[in-house]
C-alpha cells in the first residue's frame, strides 16, 4: 500500500499515516490469528503433547563389558524417540522376543538403552502428522518397535502414524493385547495357508497340525482355527495346558517331535500346518504334510535349523510359507485386525491369557524362554497403568 502511495505520487503525510496504520492493524490482526504459529508449534510440539514430566518405564541398559541389564525407572518425554504421534500406552505384551530382548539374550535389540516392548495399544495423546485425533485408541505391532525403536513397556510411547492401526470398533486395548504380535501373526499364517488352498471341510474334515500349541501364536491359531470350522491338531510338550487347548478348540494332542533323524516324507496327515517352533518340529510337519499342501512357518522356538531335503517340495509339492509380521505392509493390517476381531472366540481365549504388572517381567521372561513353565500359557498381557 505504502508503495503504491509511493509510486501514484499521491502520497500526503495523511495518506501515509492512514496507510501505514491499515498495514499495522492488517499485521496484529494476522499475528492475534495465529496464523504464523504453525511453523512454532512444529518445533515445540515434543514438549506440548501435555505428558507429565516423568513417568515410569522398564528400560534395559548395556554398559561396556557387563551383560545387558533391565529394570524400572522414571524417564522424562524428552527420551522418547522423536516422532510424531504420542500414545498413553494401556497394554503391552510378552511375546518371545520380547523375553529375548528382556533378558539380554542377542540377536533382538539393535541399540542400548531400550524400552522393551514390540507391541502396545493405548490412546492418542497428541499427533503432530494430523493423522489421529487425539483419544483415538490405536494398535501397534512390529516396524522394529521394542527391537530399534523404543517399545511398550512404558506409560507413554511414541510412533510414526503408519505403524498405527486404528482399534476394531468392537474390541478393547486389553483384547487386542491378549492377541499381539503372537496372535496376529497366527492370523497371518492362516491367511497365508487360505491362500494357497487351505478350506475348511463340512464337520471340520480339514486337518491342520498347530506347533508350539501352548504358546502365544499356538493358542491364538488354535483358537481362530477352530473358530472357522477346522481339524485342529496340537503339537504340544506340556501336559498340564491339555486341558486349555481342548477348550480352545483342539480335537487332538500330541507330544513335541522329538525325532532326532526326520525322514523328509512321512505318512500324510496334514493339510496345513501353522509353525511357530522350527527345528525338527518344522521338518517333521513338512514330511507329514499332504501332496499339495502347505505350512505357514512362523518361529524359531525349538530351533534355527530346517534338517530336511528336497523331497516333500518335488515328490508332494509341499509349499513352505514364511510368514513374517513385523514389515506386514500397514495398509493390509486394518484388514487382518477385523478378522481377528470377528472370529477370536473371546470367552474362550480368556483362559490362554494372563495379565501381569509390569515388575513381574523379567522373572515371566526366563521362564517364557525355558519352554517347560508351569505358570505361562499362551498370551501374558502386560498392563502399563500398573507400574
Ligand atoms: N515371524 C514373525 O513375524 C513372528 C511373530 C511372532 C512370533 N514369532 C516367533 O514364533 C515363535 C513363537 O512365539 P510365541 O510368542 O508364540 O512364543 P511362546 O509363547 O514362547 O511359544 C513358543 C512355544 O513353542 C514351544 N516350545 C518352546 N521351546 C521349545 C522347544 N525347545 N522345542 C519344541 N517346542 C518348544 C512351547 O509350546 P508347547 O509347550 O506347547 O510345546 C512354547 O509355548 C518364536 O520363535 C517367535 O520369535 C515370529
Known amino acids: 500500500l505504502l508503495s503504491l502511495a509511493r509510486s501514484s505520487k499521491i502520497m500526503t503525510s495523511q495518506t501515509h499515516r492512514r496507510a501505514f496504520s491499515r498495514l499495522s492493524n492488517i499485521i496484529s490482526s ?5 496464523r504464523l504459529s504453525p511453523i512454532r508449534r512444529l518445533s515445540t510440539s515434543a514438549s506440548s503433547d501435555t505428558l507429565p514430566s516423568t513417568f515410569k518405564g522398564l528400560i534395559v541398559e548395556k554398559t561396556r563389558g557387563n551383560p545387558p541389564i533391565s529394570e524400572i525407572r522414571d524417564l522424562t518425554p524428552s527420551q522418547l524417540p522423536d516422532f510424531d504421534v504420542t500414545v498413553k500406552v494401556e497394554y503391552s505384551t510378552l511375546n518371545y522376543k520380547d523375553a529375548l530382548a528382556i533378558t ?4 533382538v535389540v539393535r541399540s542400548y538403552p531400550i524400552v522393551p516392548g514390540i507391541d502396545y ?6 499427533d503432530r502428522s494430523g493423522t489421529f485425533e487425539k483419544g483415538t485408541k490405536v494398535i501397534l505391532t512390529g516396524h522394529g518397535v521394542g527391537e530399534k525403536y523404543w517399545g511398550g513397556y512404558a506409560e507413554f510411547a511414541r510412533a510414526k502414524p503408519s505403524w498405527l492401526v486404528k482399534l476394531p470398533e ?35 474334515q480339514t486337518k491342520v497340525l498347530v506347533t508350539g500349541a501352548s ?3 499356538g493358542v491364538t491359531a488354535i483358537a481362530l482355527l477352530a473358530s472357522l470350522g477346522y481339524r485342529v491338531t496340537a503339537s504340544s510338550g506340556r501336559k498340564w495346558t491339555h486341558e486349555t487347548l481342548t477348550k480352545l478348540g483342539s480335537k487332538h494332542i500330541i507330544d513335541r517331535f522329538s525325532d532326532e533323524k526326520v525322514r523328509p516324507i512321512d505318512k500324510e496327515l496334514w493339510d496345513g500346518v501353522v509353525d511357530s517352533v522350527g527345528g525338527v518340529t518344522l521338518a517333521k510337519a513338512i514330511s507329514q504334510c499332504k501332496t499339495n499342501c502347505a505350512v505357514a512357518a512362523c518361529g524359531l522356538a525349538g530351533g534355527t535349523s530346517l534338517p530336511t531335503s528336497v523331497f516333500p517340495f518335488i515328490l508332494r509339492g509341499v509349499a513352505l510359507l514364511g510368514i513374517d509380521s513385523v514389515y506386514y505392509p500397514n495398509a493390509k493390517r486394518d484388514e487382518v485386525w477385523s478378522r481377528i476381531a470377528a472370529k477370536v472366540p473371546w470367552n474362550l481365549f480368556e483362559s490362554a491369557t494372563t495379565v501381569r504388572r509390569p ?5 515371566m521372561a526366563n521362564q517364557l524362554l525355558s519352554g517347560k513353565s508351569e505358570e505361562i500359557i499362551g498370551r501374558t498381557v502386560v498392563d502399563c497403568g500398573a507400574f
Open 170 to 204: 468392537s474390541m478393547t486395548t486389553k483384547q487386542a493385547m491378549s492377541i499381539g504380535t503372537a496372535g496376529f501373526t497366527a492370523m497371518l499364517c492362516i491367511n497365508a495357508l487360505e491362500k494357497q488352498g487351505l478350506s475348511p471341510k463340512h464337520n471340520f
Open 215 to 217: 504358546g502365544g501364536v
Open 30 to 34: 494476522f499475528n492475534r490469528s495465529n
Open 359 to 363: 515388575n513381574e517381567l523379567s522373572e
Open 104 to 107: 539380554g539374550a542377542p540377536g
Open 121 to 126: 495399544a493405548g490412546t492418542v495423546v497428541s
